[in-house]
Nanobody, 126 residues
Framework: QVQIVESGGGLVQAGGSLRLSCAASGLTFNSYAMGWFRQAPGKEREFVAAINWGTNGQTNYVDSVKGRFTISRDNAENTVYLQMNSLRVEDTATYYC??????????????????WGQGTRVTVSS
């Protein structure tokens, strides 16, 4: 059974940093692209970042986080990370980790993503 478990959310002041972690089990981790999405209250879920499978996986970011967020993966630990720096109030959301065999599904067709985590809440205060 596949499990996707996020951690690392919390409350932080604007300008601060957080690192989210996503531990995956029950799948061949290094054969899956991994991604982060977020959903703010009253808004639709949006793509944040993704990293392809492999040792040096290709990465992709939504424009609003480029230069501030970094996605990375540790295939030995079956874990993907999202380092979030220079956080803004508008980054407040529940952050979800996702896994799919294909990077293009994570970036373009979220409705078809195979596996989702339950989310971790990030609140950025002014």
């Amino acid at each position: 059974q596949v499990q996707i478990v996020e951690s690392g959310g919390g409350l932080v002041q604007a300008g601060g940093s957080l690192r989210l972690s996503c531990a995956a089990s029950g799948l061949t981790f290094n054969s899956y692209a991994m991604g982060w999405f977020r959903q703010a209250p009253g808004k639709e879920r949006e793509f944040v970042a993704a990293i392809n499978w492999g040792t040096n996986g290709q990465t992709n970011y939504v424009d609003s986080v480029k230069g501030r967020f970094t996605i990375s993966r540790d295939n030995a630990e079956n874990t993907v990370y999202l380092q979030m720096n220079s956080l803004r109030v508008e980054d407040t959301a529940t952050y979800y980790c996702a896994a799919d065999r294909f990077m293009v599904v994570l970036t373009n067709t979220a409705a078809q993503i195979q596996f989702w985590g339950q989310g971790t809440r990030v609140t950025v205060s002014s």
